[in-house]
Nanobody, 118 residues
Framework: QVQLVESGGGLVQAGGSLRLSCASSGRRFSTTTMGWFRQAPGKERQFVAHIIWNGGNTNYADAVKGRFTISGDNAKNTVYLQMDSLKPEDTAVYYC???????????WGQGTQVTVAS
Protein backbone atom coordinates (compact mmCIF):
# COMPACT_ATOMS: atom_id res chain seq x y z
CA GLN A 1 0.00 0.00 0.00
CA VAL A 2 1.26 3.49 -0.83
CA GLN A 3 0.46 6.42 1.39
CA LEU A 4 1.28 10.05 1.91
CA VAL A 5 1.34 11.62 5.36
CA GLU A 6 1.09 15.37 5.91
CA SER A 7 2.21 17.35 8.94
CA GLY A 8 2.76 20.94 9.98
CA GLY A 9 -0.73 22.36 9.94
CA GLY A 10 -2.11 24.48 12.74
CA LEU A 11 -3.47 27.83 13.82
CA VAL A 12 -1.61 31.00 12.88
CA GLN A 13 -2.35 34.72 12.87
CA ALA A 14 -2.79 36.55 9.58
CA GLY A 15 0.60 37.54 8.22
CA GLY A 16 2.28 34.56 9.83
CA SER A 17 3.95 31.51 8.33
CA LEU A 18 3.60 27.75 8.37
CA ARG A 19 5.58 24.97 6.75
CA LEU A 20 3.76 21.82 5.66
CA SER A 21 5.56 18.56 5.10
CA CYS A 22 4.52 15.44 3.24
CA ALA A 23 6.29 12.11 3.17
CA SER A 24 5.48 8.77 1.66
CA SER A 25 5.03 5.67 3.75
CA GLY A 26 4.49 2.01 3.06
CA ARG A 27 5.71 0.44 -0.14
CA ARG A 28 8.18 2.55 -2.09
CA PHE A 29 6.90 4.08 -5.31
CA SER A 30 8.18 6.50 -7.90
CA THR A 31 6.42 9.70 -8.83
CA THR A 32 6.56 12.23 -11.65
CA THR A 33 4.94 15.06 -9.73
CA MET A 34 4.02 15.93 -6.17
CA GLY A 35 1.79 18.74 -5.16
CA TRP A 36 -0.54 20.40 -2.71
CA PHE A 37 -4.27 20.99 -2.90
CA ARG A 38 -6.64 22.59 -0.42
CA GLN A 39 -10.32 22.49 0.41
CA ALA A 40 -12.09 25.18 2.38
CA PRO A 41 -15.45 24.50 4.08
CA GLY A 42 -18.26 24.39 1.55
CA LYS A 43 -15.89 24.68 -1.41
CA GLU A 44 -14.37 22.28 -3.91
CA ARG A 45 -10.81 21.11 -3.57
CA GLN A 46 -8.46 23.38 -5.49
CA PHE A 47 -4.91 23.19 -6.76
CA VAL A 48 -2.27 25.08 -4.76
CA ALA A 49 1.14 24.13 -6.14
CA HIS A 50 3.13 21.30 -7.64
CA ILE A 51 6.66 20.33 -8.49
CA ILE A 52 7.61 18.20 -11.49
CA TRP A 53 10.69 16.21 -10.62
CA ASN A 54 12.06 16.02 -14.15
CA GLY A 55 13.51 19.51 -14.44
CA GLY A 56 12.26 20.75 -11.10
CA ASN A 57 9.56 22.93 -12.60
CA THR A 58 7.05 24.39 -10.17
CA ASN A 59 3.61 25.84 -10.69
CA TYR A 60 1.35 27.82 -8.35
CA ALA A 61 -2.23 28.91 -8.17
CA ASP A 62 -2.58 32.65 -8.70
CA ALA A 63 -3.96 33.06 -5.17
CA VAL A 64 -0.70 31.89 -3.58
CA LYS A 65 1.97 33.11 -6.02
CA GLY A 66 4.69 35.07 -4.27
CA ARG A 67 3.61 33.82 -0.84
CA PHE A 68 3.93 30.02 -0.99
CA THR A 69 6.97 28.01 -2.03
CA ILE A 70 7.01 24.32 -2.86
CA SER A 71 10.15 22.21 -2.59
CA GLY A 72 11.03 18.60 -2.06
CA ASP A 73 13.22 15.56 -2.50
CA ASN A 74 12.36 13.20 -5.34
CA ALA A 75 14.43 10.33 -3.96
CA LYS A 76 12.53 10.44 -0.69
CA ASN A 77 9.08 11.24 -2.12
CA THR A 78 8.99 14.19 0.22
CA VAL A 79 7.50 17.57 -0.51
CA TYR A 80 7.18 20.78 1.50
CA LEU A 81 5.02 23.85 1.28
CA GLN A 82 6.38 27.01 2.87
CA MET A 83 3.47 29.38 3.41
CA ASP A 84 4.24 33.01 4.20
CA SER A 85 2.08 36.11 4.55
CA LEU A 86 -0.89 33.90 5.34
CA LYS A 87 -4.39 35.28 4.95
CA PRO A 88 -7.69 34.18 6.51
CA GLU A 89 -8.79 32.99 3.05
CA ASP A 90 -5.94 30.46 3.13
CA THR A 91 -7.84 28.58 5.82
CA ALA A 92 -8.51 25.08 4.53
CA VAL A 93 -7.56 21.44 4.80
CA TYR A 94 -4.36 21.00 2.82
CA TYR A 95 -3.78 17.75 0.98
CA CYS A 96 -0.55 16.33 -0.37
CA UNK A 97 -0.84 14.39 -3.63
CA UNK A 98 1.38 12.53 -6.06
CA UNK A 99 1.23 11.35 -9.64
CA UNK A 100 2.93 8.07 -10.35
CA UNK A 101 2.59 8.64 -14.08
CA UNK A 102 1.44 11.60 -16.18
CA UNK A 103 -2.27 11.26 -15.63
CA UNK A 104 -4.31 12.28 -12.65
CA UNK A 105 -2.98 12.55 -9.12
CA UNK A 106 -3.50 9.02 -7.82
CA UNK A 107 -1.99 9.02 -4.34
CA TRP A 108 -3.40 11.33 -1.66
CA GLY A 109 -2.75 12.11 1.95
CA GLN A 110 -5.39 12.47 4.63
CA GLY A 111 -5.00 16.23 4.89
CA THR A 112 -3.84 18.68 7.52
CA GLN A 113 -5.86 21.64 8.81
CA VAL A 114 -4.53 25.15 8.38
CA THR A 115 -6.44 27.93 10.12
CA VAL A 116 -5.48 31.57 9.71
CA ALA A 117 -7.02 33.92 12.25
CA SER A 118 -7.71 37.54 11.35
Amino acid sequence: QVQLVESGGGLVQAGGSLRLSCASSGRRFSTTTMGWFRQAPGKERQFVAHIIWNGGNTNYADAVKGRFTISGDNAKNTVYLQMDSLKPEDTAVYYCAARRNWGEYDVWGQGTQVTVAS
